[in-house]
């Protein structure tokens, strides 16, 4: 279905020989496994989430888990910050069996440390329900596979449907970056803001960054920038940063006072007119009400350069880990397992009717809402998929440098070149990994 | 400080102790003892000794060296450094200046019984009640765009006033935030401490025909060498230690830069590097060398 390519940095020839490897490996072991009796005992799930909807689906999850393997599930949730921050240590010292955690760099950086299970069986088993590009934004440095994806969701132009309706415009029909500015004009003339953004959070603005150079300077570029290949200093890179100059008139003045549920809000107060971010939050919408939820509607970001279109999107990727130190991690790598088949676990969060993109091929996209249908439009018309900024790259680049650099030149948009220059040296700077 | 008499030389008559006496007491002293090494003097001298290497926290065998490379990186490749910096020694000077003194002079008000000094009492007190943290809560949930006094003025969250968010003042709001609990903080000990001051000595200075300030310059203020001193240790730490109210309000990628919030962002997280460990000595020294300064020449003047 999706024959995408996942924004990675390991060159593929080793990883695939790594998999067959691994895979001729494994295939040994899971003959007997099949003999072994299946794992049994209590297991702790960790959540990365408190929200109402995501866990509504969780919960559904680990019930439907508990009543076909009799094991008992005890549910953990943590706020998602405070759940990101806390990783390390909580990987190793008494982490939950299984707990959600993000495909990318962020989840091959915690393999390498020996935090992560190896879940290459289970990928045995259920492998054909997911396609390639989910396999490999799943195996970690070492040619393994250490996660099982839930669901993704792509970054794309939000707008209300009713809104658009009235006003009288056809976001669909919006092609390029020139459409595009005529159309912001036009909804800054109807006093609406035209283009919702909030970086208060220190990531929000990565998306549009993100955005912005897959499209000026394609998706190769971007994942050589974001890997240290290119400099930020190049060239390439002042134009997306003229480009997002030219946004800014059109955004909300106090970009660096909201967080992204503030943005949100001024979409979903009708006060705005597009607002870029990933589709998850739909399931906000929906809390709010379903009319809300149903007046949702998305489309890709412009082109802005002919020569890429519109082929790359950020699509990142949620799923499931075992973790290595946890109690139980037999029944928690039979957990992953019911996790990520369509017949237990992804029928069971799909039957919630909280909505949910799975990443799973057996989902039946005639089951599909408009707006879910619209995200699959956005994926299907992008050829590569990257992770998200804060997943690509280095974390201890991504939070600390790249996000109060963003920031600041939100303050001071002139300061473009200096920016970048401090940008590259403290890249320069970094220790080695 | 009361003169201590002079004692007749007589020999020191030491209470024996019995053998049950000496495991109590070896228990009472040696745990806390115990615990106080191993909970703040070994990771304080770990952190001192793990920012010169380059770890990620995770494996032991990990650990590299890496000499001075953190602070090289930190003083001329982290330019948030400086802004953090900058953030830091003006809320030192905003306590030093502005919120210690208020509170010393409300402490000094309330000590006269002013009319209404039970009532200033207990409401200049009671955000100290609160901890930081309940504090940023109750600020943010005012200030924020959606807030109650965006709210209050009528205005429409893309048009809300930018309080934490716009550099020309976001600082000061913080600021006054801190010094709401700053001020009945200082106000308290302060407080504490005048009520221990002999009365003779204010009547005897005001016989003397001393002003008011007259008086507390050179009679009460001298008087309570004690408290100036905790009161100075605490101003000095509290601004350099600020971390809660800026972390509840920005969250970890903190708006407005600060030590705290770099230490933060530097040591938690898939990103830890012991840069975070740098920033901590950086902190360290910061706060104890203009203290140890401060006691040293308090000390001397002491001996002489």
């Known amino acids: 279905m999706l024959n995408k390519i996942a924004g990675h940095q390991v060159d593929r020839r080793l990883l695939l020989k790594g998999a067959a490897a691994g895979g001729l490996g494994v295939a040994g072991a899971t003959m007997l496994a099949g003999c072994a009796p299946a794992a049994s005992g209590p297991m702790s799930f960790g959540a990365r989430t408190v929200d109402v909807s995501p866990t509504q689906q969780l919960e559904a999850l680990v019930a439907a888990y508990t009543a076909k393997s009799g094991n008992e599930v005890s549910y953990n949730a943590t706020e998602s910050n405070a759940f990101q921050n806390n990783l390390s240590q909580y990987l190793q010292g008494t982490p939950d069996d299984c707990f959600q955690w993000m495909a990318g760099f962020r989840m091959q950086f915690f393999a390498e440390q020996g935090l992560l299970e190896d879940v290459s069986d289970v990928w045995n088993d259920i492998g054909s329900q997911y396609s390639d590009s989910y396999k490999i934004a799943s195996t970690g440095l070492d040619g393994k596979q250490y996660f099982v994806p839930q669901s993704w969701y792509p970054w794309g132009l939000h707008f209300r449907k009713s809104m658009m309706a009235e006003i009288g415009m056809k976001p669909e029909d919006l092609y390029n970056w020139d459409d595009f500015m005529g159309a912001l004009a036009e909804l800054k003339g109807q006093g609406l803001v035209p283009l919702a953004a909030a970086d208060k959070g220190g990531w929000e603005a990565m998306g549009t960054f993100d955005i912005l150079n897959a499209r000026l300077n394609g998706y190769q570029f971007h994942v050589d920038l974001l890997a240290g290949r290119e400099k930020w200093t190049d060239d390439r890179v002042k134009e997306v940063f003229r480009h997002w100059e030219m946004l800014l008139p059109y955004q909300n003045t106090n970009v660096l006072d909201l967080e992204w549920d503030g943005a949100m809000q001024l979409l979903l107060q009708k006060q705005a007119g597009f607002f870029l971010m990933g589709s998850w939050f739909g399931g906000n919408f929906k809390e709010q009400s379903d009319a809300d939820y149903e007046d949702l509607m998305i489309i890709p970001w412009p082109e802005m350069n002919p020569d890429h279109a519109r082929d790359t999107i950020d699509a990142p990727l949620d799923g499931f880990c075992v973790a290595s130190n946890g109690g139980n991690s037999a029944v928690g790598k039979d957990f992953i397992k019911f996790a990520g088949d369509m017949e237990g676990g992804v029928k069971a969060m799909l039957d919630t009717g909280v909505p949910m993109t799975s990443a799973n091929n057996g989902q039946d996209t005639s089951t599909y809402d408009a707006f879910q249908l619209a995200q699959l439009a956005v994926m299907d018309e992008a050829k590569y998929i990257t992770q998200f900024l804060d997943r690509d790259t280095r974390p201890d680049f991504a939070t600390p440098a790249i996000g109060p650099a963003f920031q600041g030149w939100f303050k001071d948009p002139s300061s473009a070149n200096s920016m970048l220059e401090s940008l590259q040296s403290q890249w320069d700077a970094l220790p080695p990994l | ?304």
């Open chain 2, 1 to 304: 400080m009361a003169t201590m008499t002079d004692r007749p030389k007589k020999s020191v008559r030491r209470r024996s102790f019995s053998g049950r006496d000496k495991v109590t007491l070896s228990f009472f002293i040696g745990i806390p003892t115990f615990l106080h090494l191993a909970l703040v003097w070994f990771p304080a001298f770990a952190t001192i000794l793990l920012s010169f290497t380059y770890w990620t926290g995770i494996r032991i065998e990990d650990i590299k060296w890496a000499g001075l490379d953190n602070y090289e990186n930190i003083f001329f490749n982290t330019p948030i450094f400086w802004d953090a910096l900058r953030v830091n020694v003006i809320w030192l000077f905003w306590f030093a200046l502005i919120a210690t003194p208020l509170g010393i002079l409300l402490a000094y008000q309330i000590d006269r019984e002013i009319r209404g000094h039970k009532f200033y009492q207990t409401a200049f007190y009671l955000p100290v009640v609160l901890s930081l943290a309940v504090i940023g809560v109750i600020w943010n949930f005012l200030l924020r765009p959606d807030g109650f006094v965006n709210g209050a003025l009528g205005l429409p969250i893309s048009e809300s006033v930018s309080f934490f968010g716009d550099d020309r003042y976001n600082i000061w709001v913080i600021l006054i935030i801190a010094s709401w609990r700053h001020i009945g903080y200082i106000m308290l000990l302060y407080l504490a401490g005048l009520k221990a001051v002999d009365m003779a000595l204010r009547e005897a200075a005001s016989i003397d025909g001393a002003t008011e300030w007259q008086t507390f310059r050179k009679v009460v203020f001298p008087a309570m060498k004690p408290v100036n001193i905790i009161v100075i240790v605490i101003t000095v730490v509290e601004s350099l230690r600020a971390f809660d109210l800026i972390y509840i309000i920005y969250g970890g990628s903190g708006g407005l830069p600060i030590l705290g919030v770099l230490v933060f962002q530097n040591i938690a997280g898939e990103g830890a590097s012991m840069k975070g460990a740098a920033y901590a000595v950086i902190l360290f020294l910061l706060s104890i060398v203009p203290i140890i300064a401060y006691l040293r020449q308090q000390f001397k003047e002491d001996v002489k």
